[in-house]
């Protein structure tokens, strides 16, 4: 096992890396500066879309080579090749702002959101015309959304309850049902952030403020543990041609984490395979 920097990028707060296999590039975002970025390990080329709002997530879309759904803080959007952004849904009047995203077997898009002042946050499901059917009501920081290999568990991290949940899945409906804990880490340095599932059901999840990513079982069992030389690891997500490679993003935030590597993208060999990533059906 080795970690190394596959991008000292400085970023404000990357988020969501997500292995585009049609094009050979990881997708992450810079949500802080309004960016969405396409980098390219074989190369090490790193290109930027730039919007005028925060972007919590970018996802590939399927049979639209170069297009993107995007989770912006008033809502989803979507680009073409040609990089025009179409809105699909708005919810800036609602108060809430858009965070992690995650896209199932069938090609459907979950969508968290972090609560505004008077407005609590909520989970979920964008249908084909735009409209949010919403299946965990009363959240505060969504993030974390990702499924088990045989597509029967959804996990899910709100982090204030310092937990991650898990939920029974239907991939014929999607529907999730029967919300209950998965991993309790309140005694964890750190509060869980993004998280992915890899081929044998593990459950990895980043430790933002905990400067680490660590593996759980499918029976919720603590297994492995990899450090980072930064403390603000956001989410993580496999990649590379076989999916053998763990992508993990990072924060930068001064005075208190202004470390020489934060805001960078690392990548993990040797730790196992991970589950492909679907592109968006819409």
């Known amino acids: 096992m080795t970690v190394e920097v596959v991008l000292r990028a400085a970023a404000a707060f990357g988020e969501c890396p997500t292995w585009d296999a049609a094009d050979g590039s990881l997708l ?3 949500l802080n500066r309004c960016e969405a970025h396409r980098l390219r390990p074989a190369d090490g080329s ?8 925060p972007v919590a997530a970018a996802k590939p879309r399927a049979g639209r080579a170069g297009g993107l759904v995007l989770t912006l803080r008033d809502g989803v959007a979507v680009t073409g090749p040609d990089g025009a952004v179409h809105m699909v849904t ?3 009047a609602e108060g809430v702002r858009g965070n992690d995203t995650g896209v199932d077997r069938r090609g459907r898009l979950w969508v968290g959101t972090v609560a505004g002042d008077a407005a609590p946050g909520w989970l979920g499901r964008l249908s ?3 409209a949010t059917h919403r299946v965990v009501t009363d959240t505060r920081l969504s993030n974390g959304i990702a499924w088990s290999p045989d597509d029967r568990r959804m996990y899910f991290v709100d982090t204030p309850t310092r937990r991650v949940d898990v939920l029974d899945y239907d991939l014929a409906s999607g529907t999730a049902a029967n919300r209950r804990p998965f991993v309790d880490l309140a005694d964890v340095e750190g509060v869980p952030d993004g998280l992915c599932v890899d081929a044998d059901g593990g459950v990895w999840v980043a430790l933002f403020r905990g400067g680490a990513v660590r593996r759980y079982t499918p029976e919720g069992r ?6 980072f030389p930064v403390s603000l690891t956001t989410a993580c997500g496999f990649g590379g041609p076989d999916l053998t490679e763990l992508y993990v993003t990072s924060a930068r935030r001064a005075p208190e984490h202004d470390e020489p590597l934060a ?10 395979q991970g589950v492909a990533a679907p592109a968006f059906a819409g």
Do not use: K, N, P
């Open 28 to 30: 992450w975002v810079d």
């Open 46 to 53: 790193d290109t930027a879309l730039r919007f005028d709002q």
């Open 90 to 92: 708005d919810w800036s």
């Open 128 to 130: 084909g015309d735009g």
């Open 222 to 227: 603590l297994d492995r543990e990899i450090r």
């Open 263 to 272: 805001g960078s993208v690392f990548v993990v060999t040797g730790v196992g």
